[in-house]
């Protein structure tokens, strides 16, 4: 993004750049607005990666549950494939339980396992490798598991977070857009250019995954990253000192 530092000399300027018939004229007040625009963008860029650390947190927390679990899903497998060698039904409730892979599935096998060993009690209590403190072990870590993928799980919440942040972040860009077009138009190649570099824009917290969700916001022209929130207040220091030099000259110029 780029920010102009904005004189009052420069605010007569800008406000005088001959856009296109179909664009509205650049006003003092849009110049101001930009760096509101830019606050609401660091408060729903905090808000978000909050909430992003949450769920980041509650992933890292469900990985050793998760690799126990599987653990003993594994031996319970191994019990039931002899079980059911000669049982078509048998096979094909186990062929269920291993078509996932992801930690959902994980989840509801842990659940299918579960009905299967109390329909099997008695053969699986007999069971010399350890079956029945796989089944045991299974049952205390269900619960556990089906909460912490819950805490994993973008809630609603932290889903709308991300949308009110990309919302934000958008309409910075289009301010920003007209600024710098403006600026450019009277200030290309002088000094006034050359002291004023874009600050950064970072892909900072990381994707949720949702990649169509990623997609169709590229297409709305916000980054397929986040926007940093250092990166956010940088440019409101940067257009703090341009709006309070339009704000301060707004009323010589006016008279």
Not at 17 to 22: C, L, S
Not at 25 to 41: F, Q, V
Not at 53 to 67: I, Y
């Amino acid at each position: 993004m780029w920010l102009l530092r904005n004189s009052t000399s420069d605010a007569a300027d800008l406000v005088r750049t001959p856009f296109p018939e179909d664009e509205p004229p650049l006003t003092r007040a849009e110049i101001r607005a930009l760096r509101d625009k830019i606050e609401l963008l660091r408060a729903t860029q905090s808000r978000w990666q909050a909430a992003q650390q949450r769920q980041e947190q509650a992933a890292a927390t469900f990985a050793k549950p998760a690799a126990e679990a599987a653990l003993h899903r594994q031996t319970l497998l191994r019990f039931f494939d002899l079980r059911f060698k000669k049982s078509p039904e048998g096979q094909k409730r186990l062929m269920a339980i291993r078509a996932g892979s992801g930690d959902a599935d994980l989840v509801q096998d842990v659940s299918d396992l579960l009905l299967l060993c109390s329909e099997h009690a008695e053969a699986l209590h007999k069971a010399p490798r350890g079956e029945a403190d796989a089944e045991a072990r299974l049952r205390e870590l269900s619960p556990l598991l089906a909460r912490m993928l819950a805490d994993k799980t973008l809630s609603p919440e932290a889903q709308r977070s991300r949308k009110l942040r990309d919302a934000a972040y958008t309409l910075v860009v289009h301010a920003e857009r007209r600024l710098r077009a403006a600026a450019e138009y009277w200030y290309a190649g002088t000094d006034k250019m050359k002291d004023d570099a874009p600050f950064p824009v970072s892909r900072g917290a990381a994707s949720t995954g949702d990649e169509e969700e990623d997609e169709a916001f590229a297409e709305d022209g916000a980054p397929e990253g986040d926007a940093s929130e250092e990166g956010a207040a940088d440019g409101g220091a940067a257009e703090g000192r341009a709006t309070e030099d339009v704000e301060s000259g707004e009323g010589e110029d006016e008279r």
